[in-house]
């Protein structure tokens, strides 16, 4: 291995600790999720309660689940379902996608209330 | 045609099967990983092994029609997916001619390419989709990178030997 390419892939190990330190550090449970697609917010939902629910939005059409405080989708039409593998996401780091429809279910909001909410 | 020329004819022809039989392979593993189409990259062994035992016009011969294929078997031809695959596929070779450059080993080019391929996708879903979802996942798309690069390499370090024989 050649000097230049030992520089690099120090710096990328080193890059990738530092984001993955960021990433650890500011990742924190919280209870709004927000469901879009193609960069349209179509519901916010509120984690504290239970639902099973279907959203519809054009030819895109799914089914999520909140329970626990975490979200997941249950039903959604696209070739590898790997959004519904994933399962269930309640940190504001966690993203549910589904690249083939666009669609984005992140988690956001700050939880201070909610954690001390948890400790009563 | 000479005999030669035959012969790499139906190399590059098995090579690119076999990437497509593998990135196949790849979508029915389970998701190990939390990356939305995370992959570990096993078509790229095929580019890699095409660049080293011919050229790199070759390598990009190989890798463009491995992901069209790809997607007309996977039927994601045309959609958003392809595009991002394309992308990737795209900045992957454009950082493969950087490590022929810099004459990087086949380790430090395999990580350069794997890191191609997750840029690229990167930059397509950042400018059509969302920028933050990319941010989110950088950590893991670098990591990522180094460790399956690293591992693709080896395989391709493994392989180069017996299948250089092959063409003599």
Same mark, same amino acid.
């Given at each position: 291995m050649k000097k230049n390419e030992i520089v690099f892939l120090l710096v990328l190990a080193v890059l990738s600790g530092l984001l993955l330190l960021f990433f650890l550090l500011t990742n924190n449970a919280s209870t709004k999720a927000i469901i879009s697609i193609d960069n349209q917010e179509i519901a916010t939902l509120d984690l504290n309660k239970n639902i099973i629910k279907t959203f519809t939005d054009g030819h895109v059409s799914l089914k999520v689940e909140v329970k626990n405080k975490s979200i997941r989708i249950i039903e959604i039409d696209c070739p590898n379902h790997l959004c519904v593998k994933q399962g269930f996401i309640q940190t504001t780091k966690e993203k549910i996608v589904c690249l083939p429809n666009k669609v984005i279910i992140s988690i956001e909001g700050k939880n201070n209330e909610e954690n001390l909410d948890g400790v009563q | 045609m000479n005999k030669q020329n035959i012969k790499k004819l139906v190399f590059l022809g098995l090579i690119i099967s076999i990437s497509l039989i593998l990135s196949y392979l790849e979508v029915l593993l389970p998701p190990f990983i939390p990356i939305p =189409? =995370?992959?570990?990259? *096993?078509?790229?062994?095929?580019?890699?092994?095409?660049?080293?035992? =011919? +050229?790199?016009?070759?390598?990009?011969?190989? +890798? *463009? +029609?491995?992901?069209?294929?790809a997607s007309l078997l996977l039927g994601t031809f045309f959609t958003y997916v392809f595009f991002i695959s394309l992308g990737g596929a795209l900045v992957s070779l454009i950082f493969l001619f950087l490590g022929t450059k810099l004459k990087f080993s086949i380790y430090g080019i395999s990580i350069l390419s794997a890191l191609g391929h997750n840029l690229g996708q990167s930059l397509i879903i950042g400018l059509t989709l969302s920028w933050s979802l990319v941010l989110v996942y950088s950590p893991f798309i670098l990591l990522s990178s180094l460790f399956f690069g690293f591992f693709i390499g080896y395989i391709v370090n493994l392989l180069k030997k017996p299948l250089s024989k092959l063409i003599k």
């Amino acid at each position: 291995m050649k000097k230049n390419e030992i520089v690099f892939l120090l710096v990328l190990a080193v890059l990738s600790g530092l984001l993955l330190l960021f990433f650890l550090l500011t990742n924190n449970a919280s209870t709004k999720a927000i469901i879009s697609i193609d960069n349209q917010e179509i519901a916010t939902l509120d984690l504290n309660k239970n639902i099973i629910k279907t959203f519809t939005d054009g030819h895109v059409s799914l089914k999520v689940e909140v329970k626990n405080k975490s979200i997941r989708i249950i039903e959604i039409d696209c070739p590898n379902h790997l959004c519904v593998k994933q399962g269930f996401i309640q940190t504001t780091k966690e993203k549910i996608v589904c690249l083939p429809n666009k669609v984005i279910i992140s988690i956001e909001g700050k939880n201070n209330e909610e954690n001390l909410d948890g400790v009563q | 045609m000479n005999k030669q020329n035959i012969k790499k004819l139906v190399f590059l022809g098995l090579i690119i099967s076999i990437s497509l039989i593998l990135s196949y392979l790849e979508v029915l593993l389970p998701p190990f990983i939390p990356i939305p =189409f =995370f992959k570990i990259g *096993l078509a790229q062994i095929g580019v890699l092994i095409t660049w080293i035992l =011919f +050229s790199y016009k070759d390598a990009v011969l190989v +890798s *463009l +029609s491995k992901t069209i294929l790809a997607s007309l078997l996977l039927g994601t031809f045309f959609t958003y997916v392809f595009f991002i695959s394309l992308g990737g596929a795209l900045v992957s070779l454009i950082f493969l001619f950087l490590g022929t450059k810099l004459k990087f080993s086949i380790y430090g080019i395999s990580i350069l390419s794997a890191l191609g391929h997750n840029l690229g996708q990167s930059l397509i879903i950042g400018l059509t989709l969302s920028w933050s979802l990319v941010l989110v996942y950088s950590p893991f798309i670098l990591l990522s990178s180094l460790f399956f690069g690293f591992f693709i390499g080896y395989i391709v370090n493994l392989l180069k030997k017996p299948l250089s024989k092959l063409i003599k």
